[in-house]
């Protein structure tokens, strides 16, 4: 039995997990697949940045899904989404580009940093 | 305003294409200082990071191992379960829906926090032990 297919179980479950949290919250879910991916990767891959290459094919189909939702379900019209497309796509094409100038480490804590932040500031709210 | 919305998407745009996520951080903006509804907020998040990565995703595959069987069957999973969390939205008060998705981002950030702590004691760990290794050796 190959590497990957001993840990598909645990795997899929993290992503319906993550499917669950993305549909409800709209962010977040990717959280669970990166942590899961990380417990295996010695197994799974050489190099651990794969690791956030291999969530971001997870989560981009399952955002696709539940952005059609919510479409469907009212909650959010293309209208209103159009002042922040452009800056999405030039975005991510840098953050692309500049994933090999950046160490990982230091954007890992600046992000988490402000995600902790964001929530305590969200909670008082 | 306009200008700051964009400014800030474009710097979200830029941590979602490196792979660490924008973290809900856009819902945060739009909800705190754009006065847009939760559940609009999080639709608005969700079409963002896709346009967001999949700008990206051409450098992540060109350089990174993907594990495409994997994806692919986890992909299925993760919509099955995009289906049963959109039905939930329905349910669920937009201010507790506020509260459990402040509580998700302080999980994430102390996970992010806490594995990055633990990834640089492992580097300096390793970084003794290959000066120790060399000393010896010299």
């Given amino acids: 039995m190959k590497k990957t297919d001993r840990h598909l179980f645990p795997l899929i479950i993290a992503a319906f997990a993550c499917g669950i949290v993305t549909g409800l919250l709209g962010a977040g879910g990717g959280v669970i697949v990166t942590l899961t991916f990380a417990h295996y990767a010695n197994q799974l891959f050489d190099d651990k940045r794969d690791i956030f290459a291999n969530t971001l094919c997870v989560v981009l189909p399952v955002s696709v899904a539940a952005s059609v939702r919510y479409m469907t379900l009212g909650y959010v019209g293309l209208k209103e989404m159009l002042p922040f497309a452009l800056p999405a796509v030039i975005g991510g094409l840098l953050g692309g580009f500049l994933l090999k100038k950046f160490r990982a480490g230091f954007v890992n804590t600046v992000f988490a940093l402000i995600t902790v932040w964001s929530g305590v500031y969200m909670l008082m709210k | ?138």
């Fill in chain 2, 1 to 138: 305003m306009a200008i700051l919305d964009f400014i800030f998407s474009a710097f979200i745009g830029i941590l979602a294409g490196l792979g660490v996520g924008s973290g809900g951080l856009l819902v945060i903006w739009l909800t705190v200082l754009d006065g847009v509804g939760q559940l609009s907020a999080q639709g608005i998040n969700l079409i963002f990071f896709v346009l967001a990565s999949a700008s990206s995703l051409i450098f992540h595959l060109k350089s990174r191992k993907i594990l495409y069987k994997t994806v692919f069957f986890m992909a299925i999973a993760g919509v099955a379960g995009t289906l049963i969390g959109t039905h939930f939205t329905k349910f669920i008060h937009p201010d507790v829906l506020r509260k459990i998705f402040a509580l998700m981002l302080i999980f994430a950030g102390c996970v992010a926090l806490i594995r990055g702590l633990s990834a640089k004691k492992t580097s300096q760990s390793n970084n003794k032990k290959n000066n120790e290794n060399n000393i010896e050796k010299n």
